[in-house]
């Protein structure tokens, strides 16, 4: 009970951290965004094929169902990867973050995902939770390239991440998809300033039930 705890306040210190790092670099680019376009860099394109997500920019093949799953254990919710429709729905997904992700970090992600295998090889199926994560986080990878795990889970949670560790480097990367934070699925709202609704549908109440 006491290793639960402990693994669900690391991961919860993740996150704080994470927020208040893409938070801190937002604020000190702002003005610089609203003077040069070009100051945040869009890292998608708006639009993604289904199932056309498993290439990176070198032409390799990224392990989709890997990143999913060290994804899902990193941001703590499991059913991005572990529920079979919500696997299809996100695997586009997965497919454009972990590009970004790639380009940013050519070298450092690919251990991360080498140390996930090595503590959950392929075709063990061990239930993506804390356990897992705790036997991650004692990974010589995982102390190494800390930075990095958090890019993966502010690109999940909030759709963009610092593209390097050093501050005077680094950069605010859009990753694309703001609507789809999951930081909108844990707080329980709609992503500000976005509907899938038509115009005008703010005029006609909402029915009850």
């Known amino acids: 009970m006491e290793t639960d705890t402990t693994t669900r306040e690391s991961r919860r210190r993740l996150l704080i951290r994470s927020v208040t790092g893409v938070a801190s670099a937002l604020a000190t680019t702002a ?12 890292g998608g394109d708006g ?10 920019a070198a032409g390799g093949s990224l392990p989709i169902q890997a990143s999913l799953e060290l994804s899902a254990v ?4 499991h059913s991005v990867a572990d529920d079979p429709v919500q696997r299809v729905l996100n695997e586009p997904l997965a497919g454009d973050y972990w590009r970004q992700l790639f380009s940013a970090f050519p070298e450092e992600l690919p251990r991360l995902i080498a140390a996930y295998r090595r503590v959950n090889p392929e075709g063990k199926n061990e239930p993506l939770g804390d356990a897992l994560l705790q036997r991650l986080q004692g990974t010589r990878e995982f102390e190494k ?10 690109i999940w949670y909030l759709s963009q991440f610092n593209s390097d560790e050093r501050p005077a480097k680094s950069e605010v990367v859009d990753g694309g998809r703001f609507e789809r934070g999951l930081v909108w699925t844990l707080i329980k709202a709609h992503p500000v300033g976005f509907t899938t609704q038509p115009y005008g549908h703010w005029t006609t109440a909402p029915r009850a039930g």
């Not at 990193?74 to 919710?77: E, F, I, P, V």
């Not at 390239?145 to 502010?154: G, S």
């Open 74 to 77: 990193l941001t703590g919710l």
């Open 145 to 154: 390239h800390r930075f990095v795990a958090r890019q993966i889970v502010n």
């Open 47 to 56: 639009e993604s094929e289904p199932g056309g997500g498993g290439s990176d």
């Open 31 to 42: 003005c610089a965004v609203h003077e040069q376009s070009g100051s945040v860099r869009s």
